[in-house]
């Protein structure tokens, strides 16, 4: 039967497991796959293994768990191996860079920020800041069927408004990674203009949360600053 992976730890981390089950209907049972430095938490994959709210909360629960007590590497759900030594191998064979990996992540956590602007407020400041941006709006206001003059601001409208966010984003990054261990990007969101995940020391959360109050208080009403934590590291497995 495949195997399920919830997560690598060190071999001698605490498995704390007990009252928890695994993904699947039935459960299923929680166990333990080592080679000499490293473990994995593990239990049989389900043949009809869906996101299902139960399955997800099951796995964040041996995930919470685990990183109560040390160190750990989260797998994403849905991880499946072809069986136990399969499992076994890859350990042995990444116990060098697994070993690493927990190094840096011991005592972290990862928080999730996006970050958002009113499109009205970014236009507003495009506009008043560029004298052809307004006269391409008089002319299309003037003679709707200017098509060349449309398409023209059309491009300069969206030039700026991509520009604006990437200089935004880059701020707020400046800003704030100083609080933080690592911080990784991701693709930023339609509504958003920075996707971006922070590793941060479990003592050194509640001052990195202010951080990112006081940042959406400095920018002001037209900006969200939403911040997800904490999480299981996932982006810096």
Request: aromatic share 4%; proline share 4%; hydrophobic share 40%.
């Amino acid at each position: 039967m495949s195997t399920y992976i919830y997560a690598i730890t060190s071999a001698d981390h605490p498995q704390n497991l007990q009252g928890l089950s695994g993904v699947g209907s039935p459960a299923g049972s929680l166990r333990t796959v080592k080679s000499n430095a490293l473990s994995a938490v593990v239990s049989d994959a389900p043949g009809d293994l869906r996101a299902k709210r139960r399955d997800l909360a099951a796995h964040q629960a041996v995930l919470e768990q685990l990183m109560a007590d040390g160190a750990t590497l989260p797998m994403r759900f849905g991880l499946v191996g072809p069986d136990d030594g399969a499992v076994e191998t890859v350990l042995e064979e990444n116990q060098d860079s697994y070993a690493e990996r927990l190094s840096e992540l011991d005592g972290c956590v990862e928080y999730n920020l996006k970050a958002a602007r009113e499109e009205d407020d970014l236009l507003r400041e495009i506009v008043a800041g560029s004298e052809e941006i307004q006269r391409l709006r008089e002319v299309t206001k003037d003679h709707p069927e200017a098509q060349g003059e449309k398409m023209r601001l059309g491009e300069l409208v969206s030039g700026e408004v991509q520009a604006r966010h990437e200089a935004e984003g880059t701020d707020l990054l400046e800003r704030l990674s100083g609080g933080a261990q690592r911080h990784a990007v991701a693709e930023p969101t339609e509504a958003h203009f920075l996707n971006a995940s922070f590793l941060v020391r479990r003592e050194d959360a509640a001052a990195f949360a202010q951080a990112v109050h006081e940042e959406a208080e400095r920018r002001g009403d037209a900006y969200s600053l939403n911040l997800h934590g904490p999480l299981p590291p996932y982006s810096f497995v």
